[in-house]
């Protein structure tokens, strides 16, 4: 392919994307087969409803490079809007992989800026999905407990991090002295003082007659 005069790199391949690969298909198809063998393996609840998905979302991938941002854009309501009836996002991991492969197809395969809009949408669904959808127990005090986490993994944060002051314990002021400090101080200023000793006192004996 000749590089026409006056066009960047970037519009010339995407100039090329009308006709359907047989890497569209292959890429497709492995998504779909390893979406529905994790399903298999792990059955979360809603599964049922997680095959529909994947199978829908494998059909559309097929056409990513030739209708790039309404299959990118179909792609992310369907697949973030599983939660909300099928698995939880955190139940599998192929549905992350698919995401990934749609922001690459909208920074590659999208002429111009339009390509955010996209990940606008991604980006909203993901606040939906956590605000709405994720049956987590979880707040605003998350985002908090993160940046403490990273604060403290990381050296460069470890100035900001407040630290704990040390507190020393050490002995009362009223506390018992024990009987050896005391004789060997009254040993010291030449005062005597008898230890106390243990006196078995026997019976009598008995007088015989």
Known sequence: MTDEPGRAPHAQGVATRSRLLASDIVVAAGFTALGLVELALVRPQG????????????ALLVW??????VIST????????????????????????????????????????RGLVGIALLLLMFLLDYGFADMRSHDVTDVAAVVADRRRCDPLLTPLTPTQAAVTVGPA?????SSEDTYSSSAETGTSR????????SRPERINS
């Not at 599964?47 to 494998?58: A, R």
């Open 64 to 69: 990513r490079r030739r209708y790039p941002l």
């Open 194 to 201: 008898r230890r106390p000793a243990l006196t078995v006192l």
């Open 74 to 113: 179909s792609v992310v309501l369907i697949q973030l809007l599983m939660p909300w009836f099928g698995p939880q996002l955190d139940d599998l991991a192929t549905p992350i992989l698919t995401l990934a492969v749609i922001c690459y197809t909208l920074g590659r395969w999208v002429e111009t800026l």
């Open 173 to 177: 002021a009223h506390a018992t002295p």
């Open 47 to 58: 599964w049922p409803y997680g095959v529909v998905i994947v199978l829908l979302v494998g």
